[in-house]
């Protein structure tokens, strides 16, 4: 259900459509009918309006986009509050996201170097301004004819004088979308400006080559190809290309950092180098450029016989993009006599859990779309009576969670799970609420919290 409604008044704005949603709120196309003008209107929810921390969030996005004076940087216009609903009104840009243009194939070679030459100048002026992006991607960029807008400074970094004042990320903290993220980024440590121009280049490999660089089959695997895998050389996949802009990705990619491009600014000017020797009309799609992510493998489960509960009026939702794990949570409670909801990406569950109760919770901290950390935000809105048994579900050893997510956070998971300790978990949980020191056993698997 919509948040807004068309023809709507909010303060000197009138909303006319709906240009898209997502878990953090609406974006409308609207009149500002004092100037005259059509903008764009980003809605926060109401549940997170009511949310202090969500709340100066959103203040955040807007102080530090309207800091930025660049043209390929979307303006922020003002941010306000109409009748406890907070909005943020920026530049309207009639055109399309960069990840629908790169689908459609209805970019030419020569259009998509200029348009990443124009985002690395974009950045280069967020960086300059000690701001780092942190979710530079395709869906974060518009095009409108030859202009380039890069949107969404909602996770922005901020270092030096400019951190002053800003929400603080605690270490291990994993933001930002996984497929285009560094490999500093997905494993929570310290990042500089450096990360944008690894997630550049993942954003040119994917634009030219039809393909992103790093694969899996699951959230967790695609982790560890970041980290750990060296993509096929652009050069085979685009021998057509100067070789001189392989180089350019290349370089972008290097997983340590000291090896990329020293500043956004450097790789503007090398990529404006490439532009004359590319071709200005657009290569059609063929079966080597499939745009497609690669289809997931479930591992099948015979379907469990399902027991009388003694769990009548609980239910459990687990939340993770590996379909197999899915489906081994769902088996397990169903065996129990446990009910169970599955979500496949963080908007599937904050639906579900403005949907219903649930008294047990699994999460997987490295979804896509919004992610685990976007899910905990969720959860920490709501009050301590609402919020259930929550266990984190990851692939690293040394995940961690802050002192804040520590008080709605009951342990955590560690893949390879075990499927008898699950199944001994989900019985303590359901029956008591809480876990006991009992299962904190397994070889480093499962972490509970304790009392």
């Given amino acids: 259900m919509s948040i807004a409604r068309e023809n709507q008044q909010l303060g000197a704005f009138r909303l006319l459509r709906l240009l898209g949603s997502g878990g953090m709120g609406e974006v409308w196309l609207a009149e500002d009918t004092r100037l005259l003008r059509m903008v764009a209107i980003k809605i926060l929810p109401q549940e997170f309006a009511a949310n202090t921390e969500a709340r100066a969030r959103l203040v955040r996005e807007a102080q530090i986009a309207a800091r930025l004076n660049h043209p390929s940087i979307a303006t922020v216009h003002a941010i306000e509050e109409h009748a406890g ?33 124009d985002i690395a100048g974009a950045l280069a002026e ?90 899996g089959t ?14 096929t050389p652009f050069a085979s996949v685009r021998p057509d290309l100067p070789k001189e802009l392989a180089t350019i990705i290349a370089r972008c990619l290097e997983k340590d950092r000291e090896r990329r491009f020293n500043s956004a600014a450097e790789l503007a000017t090398a990529l404006e180098q490439t532009l004359p020797r ?14 497609s992510p690669p289809e997931r493998k479930i591992v099948e489960v015979s379907e469990p016989k399902v027991v009388s509960s003694p769990y009548a009026g609980k239910r459990m939702l687990i939340a993770d993009d590996d379909a197999s794990i899915r489906r081994l949570f769902e088996t397990l409670a169903r065996r129990q006599g446990i009910e169970c909801d599955v979500a496949s990406n963080g908007p599937e569950a904050i639906a579900m859990l403005k949907e219903r109760e649930y008294a047990l919770m699994f999460l997987d901290i490295m979804m896509p779309r ?16 609402r919020i259930p048994s929550l266990f984190i579900i990851t692939a690293f050893l040394d995940q961690t969670v802050s002192a804040a997510e520590s008080e709605i956070v009951s342990g955590i998971i560690y893949k390879p799970v075990d499927a008898d300790d699950i199944a001994a978990l989900m019985r303590e949980c359901m029956r008591d609420g809480k876990a006991t020191g009992a299962l904190q056993r397994t070889r480093h698997r499962f972490i509970a919290a304790t009392g």
Wanted: aromatic share 6%; proline share 5%.
């Fill in 85 to 117: 609903c907070l909005y943020l009104a920026m530049e309207f840009v009639d055109g399309k996201p960069l990840g629908a243009a790169i689908r459609s194939r209805d970019l030419s070679d020569y259009d998509i170097v200029r348009i990443a030459r």
């Fill in 218 to 231: 699951t959230g967790t695997e695609l982790l560890l190809a970041i980290c750990r895998d060296e993509p």
């Fill in 126 to 215: 967020a960086h300059a301004q000690g701001i780092i992006h942190r979710d530079i991607k395709p869906d974060n960029v518009m095009i409108a004819g030859h202009r380039v807008k890069v949107l969404d400074f909602g996770i922005a970094k901020q270092t030096g004088e400019a951190a002053r004042g800003q929400f603080q990320t605690e270490a291990g903290m994993v933001i930002g979308t996984l497929e285009y993220m560094s490999p500093e980024q997905a494993l929570g440590k310290p990042i500089d400006a450096r990360t944008d121009i690894f997630s550049l280049g993942v954003m040119l490999y994917q634009a030219l080559g039809a393909t992103l660089p790093f694969h």
């Fill in 278 to 291: 590319l071709t200005r009309t657009p290569l059609p799609a063929t079966p080597t450029m499939v745009l």
């Fill in 370 to 385: 919004i992610d685990g950390w976007g899910v905990l935000d969720y959860v920490r809105m709501r009050s301590k009576a």
